[in-house]
């Protein structure tokens, strides 16, 4: 297993925290909870993660409404998901995060995943993003198996 606390002072540097936490992530194909609050950064780590392996950063958006975003980098295909609006296990059935897993060369990033044991089940890892003591500071508790 591997733990990593890391920390930002900026919104550019949880873009620029991406490619450190992707190297963390892999081999794939990986699934990862990707936790905090709203508003906690997830989505900004994702565009870093995004950069790192190549795919337009610019294009990375909150996939709140649409519950799935897939970016395509060099050699990698990078699948975000967004759970918040979804109540019931049943649900994630329409979402095909078993296709996207058996792909060997995706990265599925999850945030609210951990609303369902199904998800927590098949995670790989976990990164939980919190705000520290000043309001551009966030926190990063990275734990990958």
Not at 52 to 63: F, I, K, N, Q, Y
Not at 128 to 139: I, K, M, N, S
């Amino acid at each position: 297993m591997i733990e990593k606390r890391l920390k930002t002072r900026s919104p550019n540097g949880t873009l620029a925290l991406g490619e450190t936490i992707m190297e963390l992530m892999l081999p794939t194909p990986r699934t990862v909870i990707l936790r905090g609050d709203l508003g906690a950064g997830k989505t900004t780590l994702v565009r870093g993660i995004a950069r790192s392996l190549g795919a337009p950063e610019d294009d990375v958006t909150s996939p709140t409404f649409t519950l799935v975003h897939e970016y395509q980098g060099r050699t990698r295909k990078l699948y975000h998901l967004d759970l918040y609006r979804l109540e019931r296990e049943g649900e994630l059935l329409q979402l095909g995060l078993e296709e996207m897993e058996s792909d060997p060369n995706a990265l599925i990033l999850i945030e609210w995943g951990d609303k369902f044991p199904s998800v927590i089940a098949r995670a790989r890892g976990e990164v939980a993003v919190t705000q520290g003591d000043e309001p551009d500071d966030r926190l990063f508790h990275v734990r990958m198996l």
